[in-house]
């Protein structure tokens, strides 16, 4: 197993050294690796079995840095980062020539973003340079939000895990392209679409849900080993009898306690806050039993919902 522990100057070192690290974050752990060393991607992209066109978020501990990846900062961007960072929304520009191509997954754009986590900030200060950060997991599975749920996935293939607790959001970052004239929201999260333009005023915003511009948009993402199924809350209790009549086991995660004696059921937050950040650890703990299917019951439709409605719909989708 690696080693794990909130040495920020082993973690530093490993880093400098070329060495992937397990970073804690306010949305998700990320796999670390210094964002201007070429080997050092190469791991993390071969550890993560990550395709080569998907780019990867360069996390940065200041504004101050942010001209030395993006080659042009529009006026929209400093009201953001004045509101937002540090916090969960990456932002996407036009590179400086000198970003690897395995960082922007070979286009002309970079996403940035300064997290919200005292432990990686202080990293990053000691660090000096850029980190890219992908979620630490294998590519498409669920992310993870704590330093158990790293080693689980990784054992020894990473250095070392920085153990910053359990993550405060649970779920990755908004990302938002300001690389055109027309900025867009590429995938939704906690910082939801009114958040974003109650501080951009009249920019109109729209979702790009097909581009590979930015990370975790492919239409299956995020996925646990089990098949994932949604449905409202009158037709859960029907496919779980349904299942039961062909001898199946199902693993729900409802805003409703369970009629009878189903032992695997997990109860959910009904606040947006509080089912983001213990939605990747139920799905875990649901994806564990081993059942058959499991039947997540529909979010609600409000905006601040959005970020949790597109990670369940990435989840549950299944080629035809």
Same mark, same amino acid.
């Given at each position: 197993m690696p080693f794990i522990g909130r040495d920020i100057h082993t973690a530093a070192r490993l880093l400098k050294e070329g060495r992937l690290v397990a970073i804690p974050t306010e949305t998700v752990y990320g796999l670390g690796a210094d964002a201007s060393n070429l080997d050092a991607l190469k791991q993390l992209y071969a550890l993560k079995g990550r395709p080569g066109n998907h780019p990867v978020i360069v996390h940065i501990r200041s504004v101050d840095q942010l001209s030395s990846w993006a080659s042009h900062i529009p006026p929209l961007a400093e009201r953001l980062a004045n509101h937002f960072w540090p916090g969960p929304i #990456?932002?996407?520009? &036009?590179?400086?020539? /000198?970003?690897?191509?395995?960082? %922007?997954?070979?286009?002309? %754009?970079?996403?940035? &973003?300064?997290? &919200? /986590? *005292?432990? #990686?900030?202080?990293?990053? !200060? !000691?660090? *000096?340079g850029g980190l890219a950060a992908p979620s630490a997991n294998k590519f498409g599975r669920l992310s993870p939000t704590s330093a158990t749920a790293v080693a689980n996935e990784f054992g020894g293939q990473v250095s070392y895990i920085l153990d910053g607790g359990s993550c405060d959001v649970g779920i990755e970052s908004t990302i938002i392209d300001l690389s055109t004239d027309v900025p867009r929201i590429l995938r939704p999260g906690m910082v939801s679409q009114e958040m974003l333009t109650a501080v951009a005023e009249d920019i109109v915003f729209s979702s790009s849900p097909t581009t590979v511009r930015a990370p975790g948009t492919l239409k299956s993402h995020y996925s646990p080993s089990t098949p994932v199924q949604l449905a409202t809350k009158d037709q859960i209790v029907d496919l779980v009898s349904a299942m039961k009549q062909d001898s199946q086991e199902a693993a729900v995660l409802s805003f409703q306690s369970p009629n009878g004696g189903e032992t695997h059921w997990i109860v959910a937050e009904c606040d947006p806050e509080g089912y983001a950040r213990s939605l990747y650890t139920n799905l875990r703990n649901l994806d564990s039993l081993n059942c058959d299917r499991i039947i997540v019951e529909k979010v609600p439709e409000d905006d601040s919902w959005s970020g949790i409605r597109d990670r369940l719909e990435r989840a549950s989708y299944r080629e035809d």
């Open positions: #990456t932002m996407i520009f &036009r590179k400086q020539p /000198h970003v690897l191509a395995q960082v %922007t997954g070979g286009q002309d %754009t970079v996403a940035v &973003r300064i997290p &919200r /986590h *005292e432990l #990686t900030l202080a990293l990053l !200060e !000691e660090f *000096e």
